[in-house]
């Protein structure tokens, strides 16, 4: 079943599916409203992987943290953590290309490489040297990948959700829908169906003591007003890849896991070890698949703690 899941991704197929995923965002955020409720001011980034759209709480000689949301979550998603850093380190929030308001380039495939040098690109932009990278979910491994490409540019890694990508690829095989893995056909059931999907998708992610609706109808209210949501492209994207080794790679890495996560329950956060042996692993066992925004307060006094001890 993987070996056919690779022969699909790895033809033109992979190519064409990704420029639909950029014609299609591109349509709608001409034809939606782009007066979405923003609770923080947003610029916008040109980079190889397409148009970024970013929050930049202000140049300064603080320590930097960079931060994505997990889609079908947004920036906004990240207001209550981002409030509890700024004061004490520069923070960078952004849409990974294909989700909330950054546009996909026609020739994204959210290959690891791509991810990496995104990140990097984001930082030259912004004149940042060197960050923590605060990643979750399949966004984790590009942090992983940029760590191991520019290690002197990636003080520290803070992960959520991100178990390795063979367990990662397991998970893809249980929760996504088939139709999704495969090129062209994925990118257009997933527009069709986005907001099914992302109706369903909390429900499945968070405990049932969550509020769901507050995740919901903020992502839900994004779509309505031209976010994206390029599911099948990331899924497709990521399920081609393999983690390259990392064993050289000495940058402090802790990785928090919700353990109320009902997508995951079968899933070992300790698998993370066998790529990265050093890293750190601490059970929220009271939250979902979004720990870092579940209890924002808790994972800012952890993330604040690691960021300072490696400045």
Same mark, same amino acid.
């Given at each position: 079943m993987m070996r056919k899941r690779r022969i699909l991704g790895g033809s033109t197929f992979a190519g064409l599916g990704s420029r639909l995923d950029s014609r299609l965002a591109e349509h709608m955020m001409r034809s939606h409203s782009a007066n979405h409720t923003e609770q923080l001011p947003t610029s916008t980034v040109e980079t190889a992987a397409g148009s970024i759209r970013l929050y930049d709480s202000g140049k300064s000689a603080k320590p930097s943290v960079i931060m994505v949301p997990d889609g079908p979550n947004v920036i906004e998603h990240c207001a209550p953590l981002i409030r509890l850093l700024e004061s004490k380190v520069r923070? =960078?929030? +952004?849409?990974?290309? #294909? +989700? #909330?308001? @950054? =546009?996909?380039?026609? *020739?994204?495939? %959210? *290959?690891?490489?791509q991810g990496a040098q995104l990140i990097l690109s984001v930082m030259d932009s912004l004149g940042i040297g060197s960050a923590t990278l605060a990643f979750s979910c399949a966004n984790g491994f590009y942090a992983l990948n940029a760590a191991r490409m520019e290690p002197a540019r990636v003080t520290s890694l803070m992960l959520s959700q991100t178990p390795s990508l063979v367990a990662m690829h397991a998970w893809v095989g249980r929760i996504i829908p088939r139709p999704l893995l495969i090129p062209i056909v994925g990118q257009i059931a997933t527009w069709l169906f986005r907001r099914k999907l992302i109706t369903r998708w909390y429900p499945a992610a968070l405990p049932r003591t969550a509020n769901v609706s507050s995740f919901r109808e903020r992502a839900l209210d994004a779509? @309505? %007003?031209g976010a994206c949501f390029c599911l099948a492209g990331v899924v497709q994207g990521l399920t081609r890849e393999a983690m390259p080794p990392m064993d050289d790679m000495k940058t402090p890495c802790t990785m928090v896991w919700g353990g109320g996560d009902p997508s995951h329950t079968v899933t070992d956060p300790l698998s993370l070890l066998h790529l990265v042996p050093h890293a750190k692993v601490i059970t929220f066992k009271d939250c979902g698949h979004f720990p870092d925004i579940e209890r924002h307060t808790r994972f800012s006094a952890l993330l604040l703690e690691q960021v300072m001890r490696y400045a």
């Open positions: 923070v =960078i929030c +952004f849409d990974m290309p #294909g +989700f #909330g308001y @950054s =546009i996909p380039a026609t *020739s994204h495939l %959210h *290959s690891l490489n779509i @309505s %007003h």
